[in-house]
């Protein structure tokens, strides 16, 4: 999302991984500024959920469980919460 708000730009980036559609794709935005104008570059880039799983886990991120419930449903990453909690 982007607009205006009192001359100022206002651009909403969202979540970068954790996206509420249905993409899987990790989403950012380039802000590129020259002296005439500024544009804003979105990108998208395919990422490995269950690599993310894993280092979470490795790392004993404090706050893994409610990322990776968070995280884009896949069936390999649900057979690893499935595994962690029996």
């Given at each position: 999302m982007q607009r205006t708000v009192n001359g100022r730009h206002i651009a909403n980036l969202g979540a970068v991984s954790?996206?509420?559609?249905s993409d899987r794709h990790a989403h950012?935005?380039?802000l590129h500024v020259t002296a005439?104008?500024?544009q804003l570059i979105r990108r998208s880039v395919a990422y490995e959920i269950g690599n993310v799983v894993e280092i979470l886990e490795q790392r004993a991120h404090p706050r893994r469980r409610f990322i990776i419930k968070h995280l884009p449903s896949t069936k390999e990453n649900s057979?690893?919460?499935e595994a962690r909690q029996k």
């Open positions: 954790l996206s509420r559609t950012y935005v380039l005439a104008k500024h057979l690893r919460i």
